[in-house]
């Protein structure tokens, strides 16, 4: 797959098919979670949650339907971080670009300024290979101001303090201007690895997928996620916050 490639290319990707477990959660420096579709032992979610409060870093994505259509159990762990994915699906309230009322195009859905600041930086050091061309059907490097992108077949999140949303579905998408990617940070710095717990939640498993990848701005909002949790760049979530 293309984000298996693109990954591959800068980290050591494997894949995990056991039970989670502390020892093998600490192996790794984050852990992608991409569309679960079975539901997860408490077990798991207590070294899920240790591992994050220590220092581990996460990204969760689902799809539309959420837990309902997955099958999953993802919300328990999410709901402790403030964060929660909602059943239903994401759907443009207008005909634009794309064929299917759930390939919804965003360009006015970033709540974080500073995102659209970095998205070209993360996507250069996050991609050592320079292989960031223009490819047909993304957006030039001339919209600046705007951070543009293609929000396949996702659902809505719920978002509350401590976590934060960092895209929301924009004005003219259904349900209207609600959360559709957010994050969660811990207040401390772990003993063990001198760094702090990170989470991200995407209400979309495509969005990252072959399909949709080089679509709009979708590989540099990939690789702002990826730097950002594996701490190779900083955003700054609070100042001219939208």
């Not at 591959?8 to 502390?22: A, G, H, I, Q």
């Not at 079975?38 to 899920?48: C, H, K, M």
Request: glycine content about 8%; overall charge neutral.
């Amino acid at each position: 797959k293309k984000l298996f490639r693109r990954l591959r290319s800068n980290y050591k990707v494997s894949t995990n098919k056991d039970e989670l477990s502390r020892d093998r959660l600490s192996d790794s420096n984050l852990v992608v979670f991409g569309g679960p579709r079975e539901p997860f032992s408490a077990g798991e979610f207590n070294e899920l949650k240790a591992w994050l409060n220590s220092g581990g870093r996460a990204l969760v994505m689902l799809g539309d339907g959420g837990e309902k259509q997955s099958g999953c159990n993802m919300n328990y762990l999410l709901e402790e971080y403030g964060m929660s994915i909602n059943s239903d699906s994401v759907m443009r309230s207008v005909f634009y670009k794309y064929l299917h009322p759930k390939e919804v195009f965003i360009a006015e859905g970033t709540l974080v300024p500073d995102m659209i600041r970095k998205k070209n930086s993360a996507s250069s050091s996050g991609n050592k290979k320079g292989t960031n061309k223009s490819t047909p059907g993304k957006v030039e490097d001339s919209k600046t101001d705007k951070l543009v992108f293609v929000y396949p077949y996702g659902a809505s999140l719920n978002v509350q303090r401590p976590a934060i949303p960092l895209l929301s579905s924009g004005s003219i998408s259904y349900p209207m201007n609600r959360p559709i990617t957010a994050m969660w940070e811990a207040e401390t710095v772990a003993e063990t690895g001198g760094q702090r717990g990170r989470l991200v939640v995407v209400g979309s498993v495509e969005i990252f997928g072959d399909d949709w990848l080089d679509k709009e701005e979708n590989s540099k909002l990939c690789d702002l996620l990826f730097s950002w949790l594996l701490s190779e760049t900083d955003l700054d979530m609070t100042s001219d916050r939208q």
